[in-house]
């Protein structure tokens, strides 16, 4: 993880001329759920990694994991895969119990999951409708557990999303903690 970690951060900051961060006092330990908004696709659990001085594991799409290489670097990142109705149609059932089950362990050892509410990426000006997942996780993962759960939100803001050195604001809000 520490090595991907690394790279990514290279990544980062080869692509983005500056990367701003602010809020990042507001990150506890223990048990979190960082629930971000979803501008960029690939690049937003990226600056989550590389600047939240935490170990993530997200939970990304299932059809991401297709590909060996992408499915090398997910699996080294702790990445959960979940089936989307977006990428499997509407009239076949999903089961994600076993993606939920897995998620509620890190929580369950003190440690951080990474998720996009909105379900998907997309460059309009306001978050999209959300989805259940992170209300699903949190809830089920306080059920398993008396430990608290921290909720942060993250929001990523792109001055120029597509162009090459531009500059990026991670922003860490207050944590909510589920009791």
Known sequence: YRILRWFLRLIARAFFRQIEVVGSDNIPEGALLFAGNHPNSLLDPVLIITTCGRRVSFAAKDTLFKS????LVLDGLGAVPIARRDDHGTGKPLDNDKAFEAMFEVLGRGEAIGIFPEGISHDESQLATLK????????????RSAVPLHIVPCGLTFVHPARFRSRVLVQYGPALTIE
Do not use: N, Q
């Open 68 to 71: 060996r290489l992408l499915k």
């Open 132 to 143: 259940t997942g992170a209300a699903r996780l949190a809830l089920g993962a306080k059920a």
